[in-house]
């Protein structure tokens, strides 16, 4: 952890440490839990197996990927090793999808938005303010429903192993602070040109609120942002931190305006290859590792909040009228995409959220 740390740290970072100014330079994060279960002894084979993922080192997304690639080795007596690729240095989402169908890659991580092409249901995640609390959206993930869409991944030569947590998403801009739809939508002065996901959900989110959206891949996104190509972007706290986004945004406002989760995938070819007692393990460790990435990704959640204000982001809070006003300038979207999703799949994710929160 802390040499991951330490490599990612801005050179402003590392000279308020050297002026002594005390900051907690790791979260609090758990250890990831022990590895057990059965040790497949026998050689059914060896595989490397690539996967590529969009986000950085120190992300939960990589952190969790270890952690599976070091159950693989450890279960097969080191038969399946695992080889990250972070920082969209493979490719980004879209193409790291292609690459799996193609069989050019083994496995990747995207976030269920772009991922919509294939499995149109999924943009059901794409709904404005779906998830009151990150319970109902693990429930969701849980759920049959949600089990049905990963397993509609195989008509496009994709095996999809698990649903983890990408989040709450946030709104950052370089422009201005945000504590309005009006603060978007810039009435006098014009609206802000946000980056949205590959996805016409995102899109129409962002039209409704009154910006400039512009799709866009996420590896493109911190030098549009430097660059002044667009003012903003929209990603959970720990991405807005753990990819050095707050070294050209200025302001962030907490919309929590979307959870999007992330997928962990495989190519059916490589799936293919793959002994069925592997298939297994592998299919275990996914679940396993899905599962210790939400939980890291819970616990980075408000620290990584509180590092982007120790690093100078100006960070807007929002009351309850004020995300009610994002919320009602946003239903809309519901009118447009319910249809399109399927009524009957956007009422059964409604039902589980609010069993969850009648508990
Ligand atoms: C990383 C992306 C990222 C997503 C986005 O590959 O594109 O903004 O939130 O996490 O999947």
Same mark, same amino acid.
Request: no cysteine; hydrophobic share 35%.
């Given at each position: 952890?802390?040499?991951?740390?330490?490599?990612?740290?801005?050179?402003a970072g590392?000279?308020?440490?050297?002026?002594?100014?005390?900051?907690? %330079?790791?979260?609090?994060?758990?250890? #990831?839990? @022990?590895?057990?279960?059965? /040790?497949?002894?026998? +050689?059914? $084979?060896?595989? &490397?197996?690539?996967?590529?993922?969009?986000?950085?080192?120190?992300?939960?997304?990589?952190?969790?990927?270890?952690?599976?690639?070091?159950?693989?080795?450890?279960?097969?007596?080191?038969?399946?090793?695992?080889?990250?690729?972070?920082?969209?240095?493979?490719?980004?989402?879209?193409?790291?999808?292609?690459?799996?169908?193609?069989?050019?890659?083994d496995?990747?991580?995207?976030?269920?938005?772009?991922?919509?092409?294939?499995?149109?249901?999924?943009?059901?995640?794409?709904?404005?303010?779906?998830?009151?609390t990150?319970?109902?959206?693990?429930?969701?993930?849980?759920?049959?429903?949600?089990?049905?869409?990963?397993?509609?991944?195989?008509?496009?030569?994709?095996?999809?192993?698990?649903?983890?947590?990408?989040g709450?998403? %946030?709104?950052t801009?370089?422009v201005? #602070?945000? @504590?309005?739809?009006?603060? /978007?939508?810039?009435? +006098?002065? $014009?609206?802000? &040109?946000?980056?949205?996901?590959?996805?016409?959900?995102?899109?129409?989110?962002?039209?409704?609120?009154?910006?400039?959206?512009?799709?866009?891949?996420?590896?493109e996104?911190f030098?549009?942002?430097?660059?002044g190509?667009?003012?903003?972007?929209?990603?959970?706290?720990?991405?807005?931190?753990?990819?050095?986004f707050?070294?050209?945004?200025?302001?962030?406002?907490?919309t929590?305006?979307?959870?999007?989760?992330f997928?962990?995938?495989?190519?059916?070819?490589?799936?293919?290859?793959?002994d069925?007692?592997?298939?297994?393990?592998?299919?275990?460790?996914?679940?396993?590792?899905?599962?210790y990435?939400?939980?890291?990704?819970?616990?980075?959640?408000?620290?990584?909040?509180?590092?982007?204000?120790?690093?100078?982001?100006?960070?807007?809070?929002?009351?309850?009228e004020?995300?009610?006003?994002?919320?009602?300038?946003v239903?809309?979207?519901?009118?447009?995409?319910?249809?399109?999703?399927?009524?009957?799949?956007?009422?059964?994710?409604?039902?589980?959220?609010?069993?969850?929160?009648?508990?």
């Amino acid at each position: 952890m802390s040499a991951i740390w330490r490599t990612s740290l801005t050179l402003a970072g590392a000279a308020s440490l050297t002026m002594g100014v005390a900051q907690a %330079q790791e979260p609090d994060l758990s250890e #990831p839990p @022990e590895i057990d279960g059965e /040790v497949i002894t026998e +050689d059914l $084979g060896s595989h &490397t197996l690539r996967l590529g993922i969009g986000l950085a080192e120190s992300s939960p997304q990589y952190l969790s990927s270890q952690y599976f690639a070091d159950i693989l080795d450890e279960r097969t007596e080191g038969r399946i090793s695992v080889e990250i690729f972070p920082n969209s240095q493979l490719g980004d989402d879209v193409q790291m999808m292609e690459m799996l169908q193609t069989g050019s890659l083994d496995m990747t991580y995207p976030s269920t938005s772009p991922a919509t092409t294939y499995v149109p249901e999924l943009a059901v995640f794409d709904l404005p303010f779906l998830f009151p609390t990150r319970e109902s959206a693990v429930e969701v993930m849980n759920s049959d429903v949600a089990q049905d869409m990963l397993d509609s991944f195989e008509e496009s030569d994709i095996k999809a192993l698990a649903f983890s947590e990408n989040g709450y998403r %946030q709104l950052t801009n370089s422009v201005r #602070p945000v @504590e309005s739809p009006e603060d /978007v939508a810039g009435i +006098d002065v $014009g609206g802000l &040109t946000i980056r949205t996901m590959e996805n016409d959900v995102q899109l129409s989110i962002w039209e409704a609120l009154g910006a400039n959206p512009t799709p866009m891949a996420f590896g493109e996104v911190f030098s549009a942002m430097e660059q002044g190509v667009i003012d903003g972007q929209e990603n959970p706290w720990s991405t807005i931190l753990t990819s050095n986004f707050y070294e050209v945004q200025d302001y962030g406002s907490e919309t929590r305006h979307v959870y999007t989760p992330f997928i962990l995938m495989m190519s059916m070819q490589t799936w293919d290859q793959l002994d069925p007692q592997y298939q297994e393990l592998v299919q275990e460790a996914a679940r396993k590792s899905a599962e210790y990435e939400i939980q890291l990704a819970t616990e980075y959640d408000d620290w990584s909040r509180e590092q982007l204000e120790e690093r100078g982001m100006e960070i807007t809070r929002l009351n309850d009228e004020q995300v009610a006003e994002f919320q009602e300038a946003v239903e809309e979207v519901y009118d447009e995409w319910a249809p399109e999703i399927g009524e009957d799949v956007v009422e059964e994710v409604q039902s589980i959220v609010a069993d969850v929160q009648d508990e």
